[in-house]
């Protein structure tokens, strides 16, 4: 019988949100959940408050994920709207697997389901692990114009989605559209997305010192501090103090 998302391999097995869930309870942490809890901000008016987790790391989510590669779309669906963050975190990573490997209509549902869950992409791990190998990934050879509605997104981690996302095309040497997403976000408010910005406009550097620096010319005195000490974190000491004083 065919899958929603192709055809079962032997590595495809049928799974199930309730096999996955089960999996992730087995493995569940009381100690480690309460240090990923103040580690990711779950507190009263922090960026995850009300987020809930089982105390599992990213290695064994991973493990777990490439066994319940056979979830259907409605499992997926599922698992995303769990109130713990690794539900959602193995659920994405299933999603990653099944692009990376899947042929370009496999790609397509993939993306279809990360966008439909994108309000439950939300927190930074969330996003910088699968961002650029979803969504930029997808839209690489299409219209990017999602990118820049992300970008203008009220919501936070919609707006990570976007810069983050550019991070697929920093890695062949195409940098428009980290640049100009940047600038869109040059008056964000959130300091998260300041970090997530100057970490792509760093990794632009590690490839292009002269164009990452053709951007921070212009903008280094008007960029929120954050992300120009991201930026320009692996410049020799007297250039990032340069950059810091608006001396350049």
């Given at each position: 019988?065919?899958h929603?998302?192709?055809?079962?391999t032997?590595?495809?097995?049928?799974?199930s949100?309730?096999?996955?869930?089960?999996?992730?309870r087995?493995?569940?942490?009381?100690a480690?959940?309460?240090?990923?809890?103040?580690f990711f901000?779950?507190?009263?008016?922090?960026?995850a408050?009300?987020d809930?987790?089982?105390g599992?790391?990213?290695?064994?989510?991973?493990?777990?994920a490439?066994?319940?590669l056979?979830l259907?779309?409605?499992?997926?669906?599922?698992?995303?709207?769990?109130?713990?963050?690794?539900?959602?975190?193995?659920?994405?990573?299933?999603?990653?697997?099944?692009?990376?490997?899947?042929?370009?209509?496999?790609?397509?549902?993939?993306?279809a389901?990360?966008?439909?869950?994108l309000?439950r992409?939300?927190?930074?791990?969330?996003?910088?692990?699968?961002?650029?190998?979803i969504?930029?990934?997808?839209?690489?050879?299409?219209?990017?114009?999602?990118?820049?509605?992300?970008?203008?997104?009220?919501?936070?981690?919609?707006?990570?989605?976007?810069?983050?996302?550019?991070?697929?095309?920093?890695?062949?040497?195409?940098?428009?559209?980290?640049?100009?997403?940047a600038?869109?976000?040059?008056?964000d408010?959130e300091?998260?997305?300041?970090?997530?910005?100057?970490w792509?406009?760093?990794?632009?550097?590690?490839?292009?010192?002269?164009a990452?620096?053709?951007?921070?010319?212009?903008?280094?005195?008007?960029?929120?501090?954050?992300?120009l000490?991201?930026a320009?974190?692996?410049?020799?000491?007297?250039?990032?103090?340069a950059?810091?004083r608006g001396?350049v």
């Amino acid at each position: 019988m065919p899958h929603r998302y192709g055809m079962p391999t032997p590595s495809h097995r049928p799974s199930s949100a309730a096999a996955l869930r089960a999996a992730l309870r087995s493995l569940a942490d009381p100690a480690k959940a309460a240090q990923l809890a103040r580690f990711f901000k779950t507190g009263p008016g922090q960026y995850a408050e009300g987020d809930r987790f089982l105390g599992i790391v990213v290695p064994v989510l991973r493990t777990i994920a490439r066994r319940h590669l056979g979830l259907s779309e409605r499992a997926i669906d599922a698992l995303m709207a769990s109130p713990y963050h690794e539900e959602r975190l193995a659920a994405l990573l299933v999603l990653v697997e099944r692009f990376t490997a899947g042929s370009e209509e496999e790609r397509a549902r993939v993306y279809a389901a990360y966008v439909r869950n994108l309000a439950r992409v939300d927190n930074w791990d969330l996003v910088d692990l699968t961002a650029p190998c979803i969504a930029g990934a997808y839209l690489a050879g299409r219209d990017r114009t999602p990118l820049y509605e992300w970008a203008r997104s009220p919501r936070l981690w919609t707006r990570r989605v976007a810069i983050v996302a550019t991070h697929a095309y920093i890695r062949r040497g195409d940098f428009a559209d980290t640049f100009a997403i940047a600038a869109l976000l040059l008056g964000d408010p959130e300091d998260l997305i300041h970090k997530a910005a100057g970490w792509m406009l760093r990794e632009i550097g590690k490839r292009d010192r002269a164009a990452e620096e053709a951007f921070l010319r212009r903008h280094h005195r008007t960029m929120p501090r954050t992300m120009l000490r991201y930026a320009i974190e692996r410049f020799p000491e007297p250039l990032r103090r340069a950059y810091m004083r608006g001396e350049v």
